[in-house]
């Protein structure tokens, strides 16, 4: 509610006029009183109100007559019908009409002061949902933010994506990497091609060679056929090879030399082949560190890190929150055939409030659950996970026992069941297990070993 919003008073009886005047603008609005329809419309024309009470019975034309033509001179303002000669008729009439609500006279005074804060409520919320929509189709990227941070992640796309040199995208889990990488391509003049994306964490080791490089009929235990690699499949396109810090060691001297040589060899051939890719990486790890710990080649290293490309975490550029909020219901309103609008304020202050350690991921995942449990147009605190509804509350709850506790032992615990539950919304696949805890699928089987829980067979696929 504004406290400048605009209200257009209708009504013939002058005492009806002084009452609403003083009882609006005692709550803060800017208050205009007609006598008439043509007066109203006069004062529709001249200026923009957000709502406007009407009388329906008055001399010459009535409050129906002014709600078809206030659609035609201003269709975005709500209209209030008021009367003191209620019929049904009258009032299936004015909603056919598109009245926002019906009140008839005499009214209590809360009863008009709630009626008129519900409406603006609808008006400021319908207002920022198409000022959001209208953002989104401004940028032609899947990318969404109009933050500084975000601004500068733009500038770096279009600078470097009609260049050949490699980019490394680093940030955290969940923050768009992928997306990012496909803005590059896309602007690229290499967009007419293949864009390929492979996890290097979720292709079991004795598999990442022949998926990268492709392999020739024979080279091992079920190679019955000839096959192309990711990099010839990529050719005159964009290879983008996220979680790039897991690859292992072998893989990294051939990643090194195809980046260099410019060429790959398939598993059991003796030829090379020439591939012309455009190698974007990313990663969630500090790959200094990788470098110090010798997990990561450091010519391999800096051979990826020509052009650097950092991505914020969410909690660092919240003012993106209501446009990817936005961006988020209207894509699982329309997958999930729910009419849903939006939030309403009270639900992005609960949102504004979580620290999103999952970031972009984490608020699309609550988003999608948030559509398919709203039985409304908008979006309630309630229809939010319990996790963002307990807030700090939830921290406070933590306690520690004069005797002390086991912190492995608690730790294992809630791993333990974290782990269990992710398999089980995944009907056992651990490959999208893994992805759903945000860690890679061989520190995900890691994982399991240490804590006992992989003696099923492994269902990976």
């Known amino acids: 509610m504004s406290a ?14 002084e009452f609403l005047e003083i009882l609006l603008r005692r709550e803060g609005y800017d208050v205009t009183a007609v006598g008439d329809v043509d007066a109203a419309l006069l004062a529709l024309e001249s200026d923009d109100y957000e709502l406007v009470i009407t009388d329906i019975q008055m001399p010459g034309r009535t ?8 659609r035609e001179v201003s269709p975005e303002t709500l209209v209030v019908v008021i009367t003191a000669f209620a019929t049904t008729e009258t009032a299936i009439a004015a909603m056919k009409e598109g009245a926002y609500d019906y009140l008839t ?20 919320l319908a207002s920022e949902n198409r000022r959001l929509r209208k953002e989104l189709r401004t940028r032609s ?28 995208i680093v940030g955290e889990s969940g923050t768009g990497k992928e997306l990012v990488a496909r803005a590059v391509h896309t602007e690229s003049d290499r967009s007419e091609a293949a864009f390929v994306a492979v996890n290097c964490a979720a ?40 979680e790039v810090a897991e690859l292992p060691p072998s ?30 990486a990313a990663t969630n790890r500090h790959l200094e560190e990788e470098v110090a710990a010798s997990r990561l080649r450091e010519d391999l290293y800096y051979r990826l890190n020509v052009i650097q490309i950092a991505l914020p975490p969410l909690r660092e550029r919240m003012e993106d929150l209501p ?7 209207e894509k699982y309103a329309a997958e999930l055939g729910k009419p849903v609008c939006g939030v309403t304020q009270a639900t992005l202050e609960r949102l504004a409030a979580h620290r999103f350690p999952g970031n972009v991921r984490e608020l699309e995942n609550v988003i999608e659950r948030a559509v398919a449990l709203s039985r409304g147009e908008w979006i309630e605190p309630v229809d939010l996970p319990p996790t963002l509804l307990r807030g700090a509350e939830a921290e406070e709850e933590v306690r520690i026992p004069p005797e002390g506790v086991d912190l492995d032992q608690l730790v294992a615990s809630y791993e ?23 860690i890679s699928f061989r520190s995900f089987r890691y994982r399991l070993d240490k804590l006992g829980l992989d003696r099923s067979p492994d269902s990976s696929e």
């Open 4 to 17: 400048r919003a605009r209200i257009l008073v209708v009504d013939d009886e002058p005492s009806m006029q």
């Open 63 to 70: 409050g129906l007559d002014l709600l078809r033509a206030a």
């Open 105 to 124: 006279k005499p009214f209590q005074v809360d009863e008009i002061k709630l009626v008129v804060e519900k409406a603006l409520e609808k008006k400021l």
């Open 141 to 168: 990227r899947n990318l969404v933010g109009t933050s500084a941070a975000m601004q500068r992640v733009y500038d770096l796309v279009s600078q470097v994506s009609n260049t050949k040199t490699n980019v490394l």
């Open 203 to 242: 292709i079991p080791e004795n598999l990442l060679e022949s998926e990268l490089f492709g392999h020739v009929k024979g080279a091992f235990t079920g190679a019955v056929q000839n096959k192309a690699g990711l990099f010839e499949t990529a050719d005159a396109g964009t290879l983008f090879l996220d």
């Open 251 to 280: 893989l990294q001297v051939k990643l090194l030399r195809a980046l260099q040589e410019k060429t790959i060899r398939r598993v059991g051939d003796s030829r090379d082949r020439q591939v012309d890719v455009r190698i974007v």
């Open 323 to 329: 446009l990817l909020v936005h961006h988020f219901v």
């Open 416 to 438: 333990r069941d974290l782990l269990l539950e992710a398999l089980k919304r995944t009907s056992g696949v651990k490959k999208r297990a893994a992805q759903l805890l945000g």
